[in-house]
T-cell receptor
Framework: DTEVTQTPKHLVMGMTNKKSLKCEQHMGHRAMYWYKQKAKKPPELMFVYSYEKLSINESVPSRFSPECPNSSLLNLHLHALQPEDSALYLC?????????????FGSGTRLTVV | GQQVMQIPQYQHVQEGEDFTTYCNSSTTLSNIQWYKQRPGGHPVFLIQLVKSGEVKKQKRLTFQFGEAKKNSSLHITATQTTDVGTYFCARRWSNYQLIWGAGTKLIIKP
């Protein structure tokens, strides 16, 4: 299995809703990432988990809450989002923190906040 | 200092023409990675270059890392419609972090 699987593919949520994005990989990668991508821009790093521990939080607002239940799963909990949070949310993984073998991205969740 | 500048922002080519995107840095790069993102898709890792003057080929794609390790290029020979997308360069910056170029969007003219 050489994939990162993300669900759902599309999500529309109101500003008072709570929702979760899910990500799964079975490649034995020890680092997992959440990225946010706006149209016509490169991905922006949000969070990094290494060996199931939060290693990096790029000053992301608390309305985004990551969780890593085990080495294969990564969640992103969303609460009280703003319309400007609408974007493509990408999960990625790498063998380790060096990224020497590249990063494997999931197909993303296209989020619309209304 | 850590940023990577990528040009051009867009390139329109006729199918069958060549395409090149360039990535430049004011500081020496220890590595450079290239990704392709199809329209509506997600970034896909293509390659990593680490050695000065390195040239790697993948079918019609040729990747180069400059002798001074301050620039890199991706060249596609005889573009096909399947090549459409945005090509990003990225440098690894400390563990876990990538610094991305702005991307070059390849558009095939009908």
């Amino acid at each position: 299995d050489t994939e990162v699987t993300q669900t759902p593919k599309h999500l529309v949520m109101g500003m008072t809703n709570k929702k979760s994005l899910k990500c799964e990989q079975h490649m034995g990668h020890r680092a997992m990432y959440w990225y946010k991508q706006k149209a016509k821009k490169p991905p922006e790093l949000m969070f990094v988990y290494s060996y199931e521990k939060l290693s990096i939080n790029e000053s992301v607002p608390s309305r985004f809450s990551p969780e890593c239940p085990n080495s294969s799963l990564l969640n992103l909990h969303l609460h009280a989002l703003q319309p400007e949070d609408s974007a493509l949310y990408l999960c990625a993984s790498s063998q380790d923190g060096t990224g020497n073998y590249g990063y494997t991205f999931g197909s993303g969740t296209r989020l619309t906040v209304v | 200092g850590q940023q990577v500048m990528q040009i051009p922002q867009y390139q329109h080519v006729q199918e069958g023409e060549d395409f090149t995107t360039y990535c430049n840095s004011s500081t020496t790069l220890s590595n450079i990675q290239w990704y392709k993102q199809r329209p509506g898709g997600h970034p896909v890792f293509l390659i990593q270059l680490v050695k000065s003057g390195e040239v790697k080929k993948q079918k019609r794609l040729t990747f180069q890392f400059g002798e001074a390790k301050k620039n890199s290029s991706l060249h596609i020979t005889a573009t096909q419609t399947t090549d459409v997308g945005t090509y990003f360069c990225a440098r690894r910056w400390s563990n876990y972090q990538l610094i991305w170029g702005a991307g070059t969007k390849l558009i095939i003219k009908p």
